[in-house]
């Protein structure tokens, strides 16, 4: 019987052997896979949440056209306080409560108009 | 350490110490795992063919074990890649006979088909390089009859002998490789051998 370390020595020439044998085709495949491997590295690393844009951005748009579709909401013209707002905050609105001259004015005039 | 003058005040050589851009260390990391995948590659790819007798499906399993190196374990110290890709390697290897014993269940309630209609490739076939005709035909058979009985070896004894004689890992590598403990690596490879030298006796 052969002695172990002959052995062992002889089964891996043999298997080196076998690997210098390998034909041009699946060495061509094995360096096509290498490179394959190794562009990973070259990829910018993708955050996390990234891959979740695209779902946000859909369920926010589906949310905005629940809302919009529910139609214009049954309000009084009367009672729109956004303009109310508006008009006490311009500034070239008539100031009413100022002072009591122009008040009297207002009566004057609101008197010359119903005569 | 060297200290310097100049008009914006006193600075020792430490203050000037090269800082590497990570383009650089990207460069650098992806040169050594070049080298590391090429040498090896061919040794991994016959470990696998070995294991699934299968030229695609071992190649399938060496890409997979070198994205999956690349891909986890790039930032890790050089000199752990070598276990760490057989271990992914040798996860890939069993997941594939896995599911192929589940193939093989399934077809078996299939008709047979017939595969000698593949075509001869004399490219493919052909070897890679020459040696003179009674060197070549004593190494064919050599080769032949060690694929076969390395073949034939149970799994776990196949792997350990496979790692630690042609791959070269020491005990603790080929244990950390297998998922197993040193005790079990020498056992298997013991066993491998005692195998493999009463199949192969007369021909070695």
Redesign the interface.
Known sequence: ??D?TD??K???E??????????????S???Q??H???S???QPARHWWRSYVPAGAAAAAAVLAVFMWSGPTTQSPTANPVEDIELLADSDAPDFVDDGEDLEFYEWAAGEVES | MTAFVTLAGVYSTADFRVERTPDQD?MT??RA??QF??SV???A??IAQLALRN?DDA?DA??DA??K???AY?ARPAEEWRPLFYRILANRIRDMQRRRTVRGRIMAWLPSRDDDDEEF?P???????DAGPAKRLE?DE??GA??IAVAALPPRQQQAF?LR??EGLDVNETASAMGCSEGSVKTHYFRA?EN??AK??EV?
């Open positions: 019987m052969t172990p052995f062992e002889r089964t891996q043999v298997l080196e052997e076998s690997v210098g044998r390998l034909d041009g085709r699946t060495r495949r094995l360096t896979a290498r394959a491997a190794l990973q590295l070259e | 990207l990391a992806s795992l070049d995948l090429s590659e061919k040794r790819f016959k030229d190649l060496v890409q070198m994205m190196l690349v891909q790039a490739d490219i493919a076939e052909a070897p890679s390089h190494l050599a080769i060690l694929e496979l004689n042609f051998l493999l030298r192969l006796g070695f």
